[in-house]
């Protein structure tokens, strides 16, 4: 049987090609992914805002598959309408699935916390706007110190899912400050997972992602044992707050 250490339900946007992939190519033996789909075609403000409807109804779908613990894996999706907004969406899946919930944008704080890290160079592909509303979220709002941040302009999810891993890691490079205690590279959509080792290795210092981080933060709430079955960083020496 699937999943006999734990399911792991995701809710992904339905233009997102990355998310579920990455998940299922690092899952632990005995652990399994099932997805739900919600809404997007542009990524701004308000395209993020209106996907979030759709929440409800994908943890409930969700729920018919007897996950475990269900993951949100949009990172702005969850940070958008500004401080506590990412814990708000884990309440409202939990309400509705009757599971524990993850949220990308809250698991990257416990990512963050985990590795003691309260100053940060963030790397994202996304546009200016979306990029000032993240610099604020988690600089005001959440407590971190943002030393730096950059992105790539891009407005279409379909064209972040077709960056290359490579870019993933120059623009994290290109990112990091020598005041960061780490580099956060934000998006789920965003190919990331080949590249946190080797960052990690050139920079000398932690290297966050966004599905890195929901996956952390989603496997523990399982049972089965919080272990990759490729190398994702210094997070992965941590245990979860969950667990």
Known sequence: MYGDRGRIGLIVPSSSTTNEPEFAGALPSGVSLHAAR???DGVDADSLSAMVDDVERCADLL???DVDVVAYGR???SL??????DEEIEARIEEAAGVPAVATAASAKRAFDALDADSLAVTTPYVDDLNEREAAFLDAAAGYDVVAMRGLGIGSNTDIGAQTPETAADAA???????ADAVFVSCTNYR?????????????????TSDQATLWDALGHLDA???PTSALGRL???????A
Not at 197 to 202: F, I, K, S, Y
Request: proline content about 10%.
């Open 38 to 40: 919600m809404r997007l």
């Open 63 to 65: 729920a018919t598959a």
């Open 75 to 77: 990172t702005t999706g």
């Open 225 to 227: 044992e919080v272990t």
């Open 192 to 208: 990331t997972f080949e590249m946190v080792a080797d960052a990690e290795r050139d920079l000398g210092k932690p290297v966050v």
């Open 173 to 179: 490079c290109e990112a990091d400050d020598p005041e």
């Open 80 to 85: 958008v309408h500004g401080p506590g907004y």
């Open 236 to 242: 992965f020496d941590r245990s979860p707050p969950s």
